[in-house]
Each structure stands twice: as structure tokens, then as C-alpha cells.
């Protein structure tokens, strides 16, 4: 139980991003995916929880398409990614 309690206070924290940095944040990955990007990249980034591993690619593999979320755009959001 005290772990839970931890873990909670931990989701709590102050570095939480807001809805407006996660908005930017997608902008961003959908015009870089679209100007940027050439084939593919991995990133990897460390994380209090750990390597979290950041994969992006202009092909998926068949069959996986379901998978994926539609990050941009946005559901009341136009799709210019500028």
C-alpha cells in the first residue's frame, strides 16, 4: 500500500506537464514528422522510471496500424502542423 501512496505522490509532482504543453508538444511532433524527418529516428530518453525509448518511422509494421493513436490533429484542431 505505501508504494501506491508513493506513486501518487509522485504523478502529483509540480513537473506534470499542461494541457497547453501537451498541445505544443504534439504540434510540434506533427511538423517535424512533416518537415523534418527523413526516414526514421530512435531516441532514447531517461526517465525517474527508467530508458523510455522513442521510435519514429514513416512505415509501421503490417498488421500494427491499429495500434497507433492519431496525435495530430488535435480532435478540434486543424491540420496544419505550423
Known sequence: MQQDDEMVAEDATPDR???AEIHQLARLRARYA???LDQF???CVESPYG???IDISRRCAP???DAYHVLWPLPDQPHDPH
Open 41 to 43: 529516428e530512435h531516441w
Open 34 to 36: 512533416a518537415q523534418e
Open 63 to 65: 498488421g500494427t496500424e
Open 51 to 53: 530508458s523510455v525509448f
Open 17 to 19: 506537464m499542461t494541457d
